[in-house]
């Protein structure tokens, strides 16, 4: 027979077992799926993009840095400072079997070449990317798309002296 410790012993361990078990099924759904983000239903909170200005406030060396690098000005809106060299003054210019002009207006910077339809069209530059040696321009396409253009801008010194370094382009270069 069992002495009355060994009972309590029993008792005990039966009732550990049975709060574990408890314990485990009331959890088990959150243990199994705790990580795993959901794929429908209700929106999971992620984090924003800070954005790259707020990196200043503690990292204010490297940030002037990097803001005049080709990194940092590797993707941007068009620029009166920067872009204007490559627009005006307006002019004309071949690249390839195709001939484009580019000019400024009111602020914003166009280039007419040849459209989806296969005729000239002047686009709105709304995007720059590149920096140096190239800088291509983006303009507004069906189904939200951003577009580059086959001629792009060469802003080094020479190549605005010369035409362009690109063979058989004479304005604001080629790609
Ligand atoms: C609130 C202050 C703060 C902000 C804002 C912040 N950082 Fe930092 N960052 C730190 C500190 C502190 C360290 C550690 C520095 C050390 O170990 O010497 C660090 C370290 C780093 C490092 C590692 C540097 C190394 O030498 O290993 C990188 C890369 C970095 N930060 C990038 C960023 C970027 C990109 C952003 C913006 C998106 C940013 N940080 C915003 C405080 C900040």
Redesign the pocket.
Known sequence: MFNRLQVFIWVAAVAVLAGGLFWFFQHFDKLNHAPVVAVSGSPVPKAEY???A??????EE?YALWLKSNHGLAERLPNAEMDRRAFEPARAFTHGKQSSSVFATNGDFFVTTLGLGGKPEAFRVGRVIGHDPLRQFLVAAPGGRWQTLEASFDPTPSAMKTGSRASGATGPGAA
């Open positions: 800070g954005s790259s707020s990196c200043k406030e503690c990292h490297a």
